[in-house]
C-alpha cells in the first residue's frame, strides 16, 4: 500500500517562505501524478498544485507565481516551495500520490492521501 508522509508545515511571518516534502513509501512502479492540495478552516480543499506525468505542472490560481512544485519521482519525492506566503494562505496541506504500484506478482493503480500537515502564516 502506497503511503505519502508529508513535512516541513509550520508557522511563517507574511513574506516569508516554507518548503514542504512528500515521501511516498510503498512498491512503486510509476508515478501519474504528485500534487499538494489544501483545506483551511470552514473550507473544502482546493488544489494548489500538481505534477502530472510528462512534465506538466498545474497550479491553483492563488498561488500561481509564488509557489513551485517540484518532483523527484525517482526518490518518490515531491517538494511544494511557498514564497511570499499570505496569511491567507494558512491551511493544512496534503499530499496526494497516484501511479501503479507492485503488489504480488501483478500490478494495480493507486490514488493515496497523507495525513496532512499544519501551515500557519501569522506574525
Known amino acids: 500500500q502506497v503511503q505519502p508522509a508529508e513535512s516541513g508545515g509550520g508557522l511563517a511571518q507574511p513574506g516569508g517562505s516554507l518548503r514542504l516534502s512528500c515521501v511516498a513509501s510503498?512498491?512503486?512502479?510509476?508515478?501519474?501524478?504528485m500534487g499538494w492540495y489544501r483545506q483551511a478552516p470552514g473550507k473544502t480543499r482546493e488544489v494548489v498544485a500538481v505534477?502530472?506525468?510528462?512534465?506538466?505542472?498545474n497550479y491553483g490560481d492563488s498561488v500561481k507565481d509564488r509557489f513551485i512544485i517540484a518532483e523527484d519521482s525517482a526518490n518518490n519525492t515531491v517538494y511544494l516551495h511557498m514564497n511570499s506566503l499570505k496569511p491567507e494562505d494558512t491551511a493544512v496541506y496534503y499530499c496526494h500520490v497516484s501511479g501503479t504500484e507492485l503488489v504480488g506478482s501483478g500490478q494495480q493503480y493507486f490514488t493515496s492521501w497523507g495525513q496532512g500537515t499544519q501551515v500557519t502564516v501569522s506574525s
Open positions: 505534477w502530472t506525468r510528462g512534465g506538466y505542472t
Open positions: 510503498g512498491n512503486i512502479l510509476r508515478f501519474n501524478t
